[in-house]
């Protein structure tokens, strides 16, 4: 069977390994605290976000694949 395709390559969550700053509101993300993590393509730079920076533009991904799969006339997982 075919390898399935990772289309979220560049958006992971992870642990801090030092103190961090969000790039969205500056906020600090102490070390061991979970943030968005999300590399660009252009610079090759990981940006980081904090749990509070990270639920707006995770909600807006959400509604972003819902309508993908819509579009191809399937249903999101769990619904």
């Given amino acids: ?7 979220l390559i560049d958006v992971k ?5 030092r103190r961090r700053k969000c790039r969205r509101n500056s906020q600090i993300i102490a070390k061991g605290e979970w943030c968005l993590v999300v590399r660009t ?3 090759n730079d990981d940006y980081s976000y904090s749990r509070d920076a990270a639920k707006p533009m995770l909600d807006a991904a959400w509604a972003k ?7 191809l ?3 999101p997982p769990g619904s």
């Fill in 65 to 71: 694949l819902k309508v993908i799969y819509e579009g």
């Fill in 1 to 7: 069977m075919a390898k399935v395709r990772d289309i």
């Fill in 73 to 75: 006339g399937m249903s």
């Fill in 41 to 43: 393509n252009a610079t």
């Fill in 13 to 17: 969550i992870e642990q801090a390994q």
